[in-house]
């Protein structure tokens, strides 16, 4: 059982920065590969990056690609969501999740917390 809380969320102006942390309990962090998703009102829930278990590999959404950085400290069990260069697109809840699997199936899932980008 893994449990994730994020924090780092809060209102910026466009082309300003926020980085986000996602904590998890439990001892097997590490096993994890973990994402971030976001979700904005009257939309779907979309992909934003992914971090392998070593955090050797990452992948990201075309639309953060260079703005974004994914990255996890396992000694510290948390993963991190680094944003620059945030657009009023970019405003939604956003959350963590962690999986074992290799087809990028998810398990466990954060609460989420918001980002508001203003214009």
């Known amino acids: 059982q893994v449990q994730l809380v994020e924090s780092g969320g809060g209102l910026v102006q466009a082309g300003g920065s926020l980085r986000l942390s996602c904590a998890a309990s439990g001892r097997t962090f590490s096993s994890y590969a973990m994402g971030w998703f976001r979700q904005a009102p009257g939309k779907d829930r979309e992909f934003v990056a992914d971090?392998?278990?070593?955090?050797?590999?990452?992948y990201y959404t075309d639309s953060v690609k260079g703005r974004f950085t994914i990255s996890r400290n396992n000694a510290r069990n948390t993963v991190y969501l680094q944003m620059n260069s945030l657009k009023p697109e970019d405003t939604a809840v956003y959350y963590c999740a962690a999986r074992r699997s290799s087809l990028f199936e998810y398990e466990y899932w954060g609460q989420g917390t918001q980002v508001t980008v203003s214009s």
């Open positions: 971090i392998s278990w070593g955090g050797g590999n990452s």
